[in-house]
């Protein structure tokens, strides 16, 4: 999927709180943007956003020396969402349908997107709020819920692709309904933005319940001839990969296998590639075409 000149924006705006992270000294943060627009000036835009991304944050990381900017706000999200986990686990278990209810709450948890814009992003005090919402919010991809549960019954080898720190933790409710001993949990193999790594998925508790892997790159998505062999490896052998974000849906919706996203609608031109609007949220099988996604759960 390539880059859309509407992506710009969000992308400068990315980089312009890269600076305010790295320095509040004006003169070095506008040595960083005039960085970040050289760079986007040299971008290929036939590419997907996410292998835009990819380089814009990596050269940002390169001049400013900060390995992992958003480090402070992933923290603050895993916390955040630990102390709200059992209680979404209750509600759950106590619903008709909890493997849809958990569905719903993943999704939800979506907007702990930093590389968002911002009247997509949750700030830390609506998050409650926004994941209570969710339960109740209309998710999309009726067929492909029909189909995710006859296919997770027969599945021995599922690979879990993980998106935003913060965010996984609630992935976890949703891994403990689908055998979580059959679960390879993917995450980014450095830090960008604030997609979650080895180290939110061991702050969300998750090596205790599967296997974790990283997958050897630093695009906030999932580009495979970037990923390491061992993720290659696994992504093949995979009986059903369910991945959760707009980037791996961006980087992988081509994809000529199976594949169930999970995720948040938060632009105009994926709303247009699915069928819907911004801020649906969404459940879309990749054999499925855009036809019958729009059945409503």
Known sequence: MKTSLDCIPCFIRQALEVSRLASQDEKIREDIMRRALSCLA????TKSPPYVARNLHRSLREFTGLADPYLREKEKHNQLALTLLNDMRVKI????????????????????DLGAKNNNRAYMQDIPSLLAEAM???LFGQDAYRQLQYTLAGAENILYLADNAGEIVFDRL???????EKVTLAVRGAPVINDATREDALAAGLRDIVKIIDNGSDAPGTILPDCSPEFQRCFAEADLIISKGQGNFETLVDEKREIYFLFKIKCPIIA???GLSVNKHVLVRSNDGISDIGRPL
Do not use: Q, R
């Open 136 to 138: 109740h919010e209309t």
């Open 42 to 45: 040299a971008t290929d835009l």
């Open 93 to 112: 278990d106590a619903s008709p349908d909890p493997l849809l209810m958990a569905i719903k709450t993943v999704v939800g948890a979506n907007v702990i």
């Open 174 to 180: 949703f891994i403990e309904k689908i055998s979580p």
């Open 272 to 274: 247009s590639h699915i």
